[in-house]
């Protein structure tokens, strides 16, 4: 199959599971929303962020390595999966042994309190589910990984309805919720696609073992810091101000991540065209065309996120959160160079240099924890989301740079420069309250359109023609 057209394909079938279960997060933010006080809804998505954290370490990272080795020929897939699950225990199992220590921790001992159970069981079910959906992917079941996808979104929905409308549990159903249905999903992939085949009889291959961990590894490090980079603005908004407003933060985060359900849906394709489509003497021509695309793509949906934040927020958050709608834009932003930094990032697992996703992310959570402590005290939770989006573009500039000697993408910088103009100026005009910005902000929407549909809809033409 063309290279474009498998992408084209595979973007398409992710685009099914990834819509459906973005599309439920919205819904359930309205939902948890009206369900739990502000309070309590910011303690819980504290906790879940903790449970973040703590997935790559118990993991080892292992995931990235599942997809990476799965994709490469001559890879035994019964090794690598028995590999994949022993790493999961493994850690899993170090973390139960060190969670009286770990629960003396000052802030997890005041963020989690009695609900350490229900972390543990989030973090272990999270890290079975994430390694069976990369371990399907590996094995190109694209279709199967889609129905998945669906299938755990409505098991999600379920489970919320039950847990909060039903057993009344507050915060604590929303972590019930995703427990089960990641519980569920990791079983049906495991029955379904035929798992079980891969540990009769368990190998470990410790040769590949290393080899996985040396790639996987740094991208612990990587993942922390992405967590600092992304959660460092909850923790410092509750110490300095409270967890009132890292509930209206948190709740205002939903929004600009539809940005992520474009960038996600197109990035677990792009992974799979990025590691088995192509020669190496044609990867800077297929990465430049394709990155062209996203970046028009990504400018169009930000540029309307933005524009419509104020009347999205009024209709389906509770009427606590609306007037977070302010810190939207900059989020927005943040989330769209975010993306920018998970393409590039590519780059570093084709060629499994890990090594500088570590240290481009490193210094990108420096900065975010320099820059959250310098602007939160003088402008509040917008100076946590302004931390937020200056450090995703650190990220960027570096990423732009040492990527250009592993492979020689061409980045339209003055396109980029002029797009983020238009989303600074959109901002600017809604935040100041500038009389008329309805009427401007549409204005500059269209503007933006008509930047980036040409070059968009041009190789979508040529995909078509494929």
Wanted: with cysteine; net charge positive.
């Amino acid at each position: 199959m063309d290279k474009y057209k498998r992408l084209v394909s595979n973007t398409a079938l992710f685009a099914v599971s990834t819509f459906s279960s973005k599309l439920l997060s919205y819904v359930l933010t309205s939902y948890h929303t009206r369900m739990v006080i502000t309070d309590d809804y910011g303690t819980m998505d504290l906790i879940i962020s903790l449970g973040n954290f703590l997935i790559p370490l118990v993991s080892l990272g292992i995931s990235n390595a599942i997809i990476r080795f799965g994709l490469q020929k001559g890879v035994n897939k019964r090794e690598l999966y028995t590999n994949g699950l022993l790493s999961v225990f493994t850690g899993f199992f170090i973390l139960a042994a060190a969670w009286p220590l770990i629960s003396m921790i000052p802030y997890v001992k005041s963020t989690v309190g009695n609900a350490w159970i229900w972390l543990l069981l989030f973090v272990l079910m999270s890290c079975l589910r994430t390694l069976n959906c990369q371990f399907v992917r590996a094995r190109e079941m694209v279709r199967l990984y889609a129905v998945d996808g669906i299938l755990c979104t409505l098991t999600n929905l379920l489970f919320n309805i039950l847990f909060l409308s039903g057993f009344h549990l507050g915060a604590t159903g929303i972590i019930l919720a995703m427990i089960c249905s990641d519980s569920c999903s990791a079983i049906f992939l495991f029955f379904v696609s035929r798992i079980w085949k891969y540990l009769k009889p368990p190998r470990v291959n410790f040769r590949l073992w290393k080899q996985m961990l040396t790639y996987s590894v740094p991208l612990i490090s990587a993942s922390m810091f992405w967590w600092v980079t992304s959660t460092s603005d909850k923790i410092f908004i509750s110490a300095m101000i409270g967890t009132d407003a890292n509930g209206l933060f948190a709740a205002s985060y939903k929004l600009p991540t539809i940005l992520t359900i474009v960038a996600t849906l197109f990035t677990e394709a792009w992974q799979i065209s990025a590691f088995t489509d192509g020669t190496k003497k044609g990867r800077a021509a297929f990465f430049s065309r394709v990155f062209g695309v996203y970046q028009s793509l990504m400018f169009m949906a930000g540029a309307g996120i933005i524009w419509l934040c104020k009347p999205v927020m009024s209709v389906f958050v509770g009427k606590s959160y609306v007037a977070g709608w302010v810190f939207i834009p900059l989020l927005t932003m943040a989330t769209l160079f975010n993306s920018f930094d998970n393409f590039l990032n590519s780059i570093y697992m084709l060629e499994k240099r890990s090594d500088l996703s570590l240290v481009t992310m490193g210094a990108g959570a420096a900065m975010n924890l320099v820059l959250n402590a310098a602007c939160i005290p003088l402008w509040g939770v917008q100076g946590a989301a302004l931390a937020t989006f200056l450090s995703y573009f650190f990220v960027f500039l570096l990423r732009i740079v040492n990527t250009h000697g592993i492979v020689p993408m061409r980045v339209p910088v003055l396109h980029m420069m002029v797009n983020m103009a238009i989303l600074i100026l959109e901002t600017l005009l809604m935040l100041l309250d500038i009389p008329g910005w309805p009427v401007m902000t549409t204005l500059l929407v269209a503007l933006i359109l008509a930047l980036n549909f040409k070059s968009l809809w041009d190789t979508v033409r040529k995909l078509l023609r494929r």
